[in-house]
């Protein structure tokens, strides 16, 4: 494995990758060798941190409705040849079941999925309909307590939420949330930037593991290109608008630097100070030695040149 820098998990106690892989609607459509290929080029790229989430079959080919992605993410864990003890595998309670499944019952099934005993980190969704955030709090932190998982934080909560598990966790003495995974990009930064936000995040307390980096590839500037992707086809035209004319100045930027205009938008997450994690997907394997390149991109540049890549997001939309 190569070296790849590493940071806190929040007060978890757990150092993770500054990169992440997620599977994301990744490994179903390429299929097992491809993503085979995929994750052990990120387990060579020194990547020790990777998040599963399970979503329900899009192929009409899988055997269960919901979760063949965590069946097919723990085939691939094992054919890599991951050691369990030195990888972070995360996943996410998303409380579709809820209240004929809680937080234990949602957990074990995915663990069976996966063929796992246990996750190192478990995110929590925001809470369903019906379910009191601290019951909430008091259920997911009950996972590290038993053991299912060696520690918990959120996913998508706005911060007061986040503030409310931080008050609530304290009060009873409960493990705390060690990390919040957000949309973060210099198209749409508002959710990490916001005050209240930056008042419940730190790199000791709850750090940030940043997605949608690359804003769902406009960011790469591969539909400046003319290239098709993910957004192709939804309705919004990934040429026009404020995010397009966020990832022109990447590619400006880009191209006078000599870099990718993705590398562009990972600097401007890796830049944040709480941060432990960019999370990305990925379909091929060169696709993540290009991301993992970003990290000695960003470690070159100045506090002028950081400065000039957080400018990008300036007019950016939340």
């Keep these: 494995m190569a070296d790849l820098p590493l940071r806190p998990l929040g007060s978890s106690g757990i150092d993770v990758s500054v990169l992440s892989l997620g599977s994301w609607r990744t490994f179903e459509p390429i299929g097992l060798e491809r993503s085979i290929e995929v994750m052990g080029a990120a387990r060579r790229a020194g990547i020790n941190f990777l998040d599963d989430a399970r979503y329900n079959d899009e192929t009409g080919t899988a055997p269960v409705p919901t979760g063949y992605s965590e069946v097919l993410f723990g085939e691939i864990f094992r054919a890599v040849g991951w050691v369990r003890d030195e990888v972070v595998v995360a996943n996410k309670l998303w409380w579709e079941f809820w209240p004929d499944q809680d937080a234990a019952a949602e957990l074990d099934a995915s663990l069976d999925r996966m063929g796992l005993d246990h996750v190192d980190l478990i995110y929590s969704m925001p809470p369903p309909e019906g379910l009191p955030v601290t019951d909430l709090i ?83 500037g591969k539909y400046l290109r003319g290239e098709t992707g993910r957004v192709s086809g939804s309705g919004d035209d990934p040429t026009v608008g404020t995010v397009a004319n966020v990832a022109r100045g990447a590619a400006e930027l880009a191209e006078e630097w000599g870099i990718s205009p993705a590398h562009v938008a990972f600097c401007f997450a890796l830049a944040h100070p709480a941060l432990a994690s960019v999370l990305f997907g990925a379909t091929s394997p060169e696709q993540v030695r290009e991301n993992v390149a970003a990290v000695d991109v ?21």
């Design 138 to 220: 008091t259920q997911v932190a009950g996972l590290v307590t038993t053991g299912r998982a060696r520690a918990w934080g959120v996913g998508n909560w706005p911060a007061d939420l986040i503030a409310v598990a931080l008050t609530w966790c304290t009060t009873n003495h409960l493990p705390m949330p060690c990390a919040a995974q957000l949309p973060y990009s210099i198209a749409r930064p508002g959710w990490v930037e916001g005050h209240d936000m930056a008042e419940v995040l730190s790199a000791d307390g709850v750090s940030l593991v940043a997605s949608s980096v690359l804003a769902s590839g406009v960011l790469s």
């Design 298 to 318: 960003f470690a070159g540049l100045s506090a002028a040149e950081v400065a000039r890549v957080r400018a990008l997001a300036g007019g950016a939309s939340t």
